[in-house]
């Protein structure tokens, strides 16, 4: 009850998502309520269901419609995510059949010392993207932004650069522009 009025959980909102959301955005959503942040930087942040009680959760439903696609998606949920974007670009690479990216990923210094969060990093590969949303546009983000990237390439990290643009040529267009840059690094995969 919220004010004296019944309200469904997160989970079960999820779960009635799954119903009518393509699996691309039932995953984002998953995405979004399993998020949380253990970083070196800014407030560390919860979940609004974990990830653990998440599956819990949908393991004790039957029959229920959306529970197909609520588990499907489930496996293929992350926690770490920070926008909708950057899980649609995960996805978009999953899908293509490339090296696993983890999420929210440290970048770490010859020191052991953080020096940055990646949005998305194959370690192997030691390629990161980043997502520049709108708040990378005003010139103070694009100095941290500038100082970021240079600490990547002399960490000896390649960093792809992706925004809504990017996301609106598709997903081929994503998949493409990755893979050219593992495949500059060894990359020989499908």
Not at 42 to 54: A, I, N, R, Y
Not at 80 to 93: A, H, Y
Not at 102 to 107: G, H, L
Not at 112 to 131: K, P, S, T
């Amino acid at each position: 009850m919220i004010h004296g009025v019944r309200a469904t959980s997160a989970a079960r909102t999820w779960l009635d998502l799954a119903t009518i959301l393509p699996l691309l955005d039932v995953i984002v959503a998953g995405d979004f309520l399993v998020s949380c942040h253990r970083r070196s930087f800014g407030k560390w942040t919860k979940p609004l269901v974990s990830l653990e009680e998440l599956g819990t959760f949908l393991r004790r439903q039957r029959s229920v419609p959306g529970l197909v696609s609520a588990r499907s998606a489930y496996g293929r949920l992350r926690v770490g995510s920070d926008s909708p974007p950057e899980t649609k670009v995960r996805v978009i690479l999953e899908d293509a059949g490339l090296p696993r990216f983890s999420v929210d990923y440290p970048i770490i210094t010859a020191d052991g010392e953080v020096a940055q969060w990646a949005d998305l990093a194959n370690e192997e590969f030691r390629v990161m993207i980043e997502y520049d949303g709108a708040h990378h546009l005003t010139p103070e983000q694009q100095f941290r932004d500038m100082q970021r990237d240079a600490m990547a390439v002399e960490l000896g990290w390649i960093q792809i650069r992706l925004n809504q643009l990017d996301l609106r040529q598709g997903p081929q267009w994503i998949a493409v522009k990755v893979r050219r840059v593992l495949e500059r690094r060894g990359y020989t995969g499908p």
